[in-house]
Antibody, heavy 123, light 107 residues
Framework: QVQLQESGPGLVKPSQTLSLTCTVS??????????WSWIRQPAGKGLEWIGR???????NYNPSLKSRVTISVDTSKNQFSLKLSSVTAADTAVYYC???????????????WGKGTTVTVSS | SYVLTQPPSVSVAPGQTARITCGGN??????VHWYQQKPGQAPVLVVY???DRPSGIPERFSGSNSGNTATLTISRVEAGDEADYYC??????????FGGGTKLTVL
């Protein structure tokens, strides 16, 4: 059974770059037609989709974050990563990685989630 | 950008039926997915493609989608169903969109 685990610094200074990695276990990140996604959730608020990557390297990003986000994949390590630049306190949140799939190749849903990691932006 | 609107809260007595709505412009033309999130936990997919259930999700959870409203229905509600519920769609301009979430309270 595929499992996802987020890792990275829990504290990032304002204006710096937030970097997180999601490690996929129990299966190959390259198998199947999956997108690998990042979602975040500020404390007490709703879910916000950040972006996704296919193992070919094709990406889609939330338009509101696109200028600051880079998602990459390392198939040799079975990992994918998130970089969010120029962070502010508004980027403080729990960050989740998730696997997305679709039966039609269009309407993707997240069927496997990591447990999430809390990132605080503060000096 | 595409917007999904959910009621902030829904309350229901144990054993009754809870209906959580998700409104969006012509949402009936899209596939809607629903997630359950309990405090301190990651979201769990409970319905996908409007009305299908992942393995392990009780039959008490069902979904429908037509016109401008999608609905998650939870029959015979139990105390353990108390959670936040989020709807989600894929939109060609906004990519993945989540609703604001609905807190289900079991009285």
């Amino acid at each position: 059974q595929v499992q996802l685990q987020e890792s990275g610094p829990g504290l990032v200074k304002p204006s710096q770059t937030l970097s997180l990695t999601c490690t996929v276990s129990g299966g190959s990140i390259s198998s199947g037609s999956y997108y690998w996604s990042w979602i975040r959730q500020p404390a007490g608020k709703g879910l916000e989709w950040i972006g996704r990557i296919y193992t070919s390297g094709s990406t889609n990003y939330n338009p509101s974050l696109k200028s600051r986000v880079t998602i990459s994949v390392d198939t040799s390590k079975n990992q994918f990563s998130l970089k969010l630049s120029s962070v502010t306190a508004a980027d403080t949140a729990v960050y989740y990685c998730a696997r997305a799939q679709s039966r039609t190749g269009q309407n993707y849903y997240m069927d496997v989630w990591g447990k999430g990691t809390t990132v605080t932006v503060s000096s | 950008s595409y917007v999904l609107t959910q009621p902030p809260s829904v309350s229901v007595a144990p054993g009754q039926t809870a209906r959580i709505t998700c409104g969006g412009n012509n949402i009936g033309s899209k596939s809607v997915h629903w997630y359950q999130q309990k405090p301190g936990q990651a979201p769990v997919l409970v319905v996908y493609d409007d009305s299908d259930r992942p393995s392990g999700i009780p039959e008490r959870f069902s979904g429908s989608n037509s016109g401008n409203t999608a609905t998650l229905t939870i029959s015979r509600v139990e105390a353990g169903d108390e959670a936040d519920y989020y709807c989600q769609v894929w939109d060609s301009s906004s990519a993945v969109v989540f609703g604001g979430g609905t807190k289900l309270t079991v009285l």
